[in-house]
């Protein structure tokens, strides 16, 4: 089974880029949909964006739609969060996820729909 390790997080001014990474190791990297969630602080975990297995559908959040960024290497095992334009209320922690068996061109939104669960990355972003 795969295991998700997030790193590239940190503190940025608003405006700033970050590009968060996820490395995936102890599985078939390009058997698994892989995504990206973030949770604030007192609010729940949400949705920010997914990649199939093939890299050739992506999905985004309403809110970091046209500013984040999903993409992923195969043969390096890793996924990318790309983040530029950022503001105070991108501030959270981001966590990467994995989910096992669909189509190579299918993604998942739902929290529920993942299987493995990265620590986490913060964000935290300054106005």
């Known amino acids: 089974q795969v295991q998700p390790v997030e790193s590239g997080g940190g503190l940025v001014q608003a405006g700033g880029s970050l590009r968060l990474s996820c490395a995936a190791s102890?599985?078939?990297?390009?058997?698994?949909?892989m995504g990206w969630f973030r949770q604030a602080p007192g609010k729940e975990r949400e949705f920010v964006a997914v990649i199939s297995r093939s890299g050739y559908s992506t999905d985004y959040a309403d809110s970091v739609k046209g500013r984040f960024t999903i993409s992923r290497d195969n043969a390096e095992n890793m996924v990318y969060l790309q983040m530029n334009t950022l503001k105070p209320e991108d501030t959270a922690v981001y966590y990467c996820?994995?989910?096992?068996?669909?189509?190579?061109?299918?993604?998942?939104?739902?929290?529920?729909?993942?299987?493995?669960w990265g620590q986490g990355t913060q964000v935290t972003v300054s106005s």
């Open positions: 996820a994995a989910r096992m068996g669909l189509w190579t061109t299918m993604t998942i939104r739902g929290l529920g729909d993942y299987d493995y």
């Open positions: 102890g599985g078939t990297f390009n058997s698994y949909t």
